[in-house]
């Protein structure tokens, strides 16, 4: 088995690590992960600019890999179009420092990175550890060697991938496995408001999430619950209910233009 | 009808000057939008860095907003979150100079602006005109001016967007619209190898795209055959197929951990 590994929080940092040492046990691994922090940069992509791509090297002699100067989604792009002579058989990306729950995935760079491999055909975790403090990535790698396994065996639909988040505990306080839908999340005073040293006004992203209302089938739900969330996605955003009624509507062409 | 007028070529951009002396007739605009082009960004949003937000002085008259130092989702974030003291009912983005079709939407500013105004429980609009080179953007704001009336008057459902795409050709050279769902879109040659003045080597995104079989109800197709595409989409990522067949994989935690 052959793994290409990334992440959104820069190759040097240590979830994406316990992952390839978790892995390399079950698969080859080749690492393409971004050069610097890319953390919510979605599904950014650098077409204006060149991307420097660098091999790595890294103190684990049983793992090569490219330092990419862009973001997740350039850097399983670019393995997969052209720096990867074999094509992996599972893209796996993270392990992300923080929760990617609910419709944060929109803006996550190791969801993204996922879902950039799903769109080359090749099945694909996205995992995060719920916590942007807990520095204990084991759980969540061992838990990501066995998904992996499973995967293969199970032969997991080309174009998927899943979303997994684990909960910020020790392993023996993991209550269970939850396959979950995504959330909803909603934040207030989601920036705030500052004056720079030369009186210019500035904003910086900040914002408390709300309680929403997260049904026990979400990942949102399973992870304040001290459950591994695994959620499936997918990545065709047309919204087929939608579509249906609009076909109702007035699209005489004479009078809409 | 108050709309929050955004786009990802930048507030400058000759597209959305375009749309609000379309829509300026039928509604009260407010602009928030990137100081710079933001193509291909995604859904991106600035955590770690201050955004800058400036009144932006139109020679419209009759044109007001903010000049915003980020994103495309970033300008509707703080838009809606902070700067507009009154909700808009609608929010538009574009129009874009160039398309924004099938799997391509994932890597659209233009998209994802609409999409955050969306996922604020605003209906949101994204329009593009399918061509690098044409500026000619009339038809494009004229079929967004009819549009924004009947969302209005269909009362569109909250947490829904439209992407709308504009064939290059002249208005009467427009066959009609078509409703469709997002086609498939693939390159070759995605990234060409360079190297710099200083012998280091670097990529820069590039491809053609291959043709794919696009079916007739796809936005491709619709485009391809000089109509206008209408896509509605949505922005829950669950794949629920799979997740019902997930439901049937090992999840005993004391195994998989």
Known sequence: MRILLTNDDGIRAPGIRALW??????????????????????????VYHPIW??????????????RIGGTPADSVKIALDTLMTVRPDLVVSGINQGPNLATDVLYSGTVSAAVEGAMHGIPAIAISLASYD?????????????????????????????????????????????ITRLGRIEYENAFEKRTDPHGRTYYWMAGTPVQTNNASDTDVFAIQKQNISVTPIHFDLTDYPLLSQLRDWNWNSSKVL
Chains 1, 2 share one sequence.
């Open 21 to 46: 040492e978790a892995l390399k046990e079950v698969a080859e691994i080749v690492v393409a992960a971004p050069a610097q922090q890319q953390s919510a940069t979605g599904h950014s992509i650098t």
């Open 53 to 66: 791509v660098n091999q790595h090297t890294f103190d684990d002699p049983g793992i090569s890999g490219w």
């Open 134 to 178: 807990l520095a204990d990535f084991g759980p969540a790698a061992a838990f990501c060697r066995s998904l992996v396994k499973q995967i293969i065996a199970k032969n997991m639909p080309a174009f998927s991938l899943l979303n997994v988040n684990v909960p910020p505990v020790a392993e023996d306080e993991i209550k269970g496995v939850l």
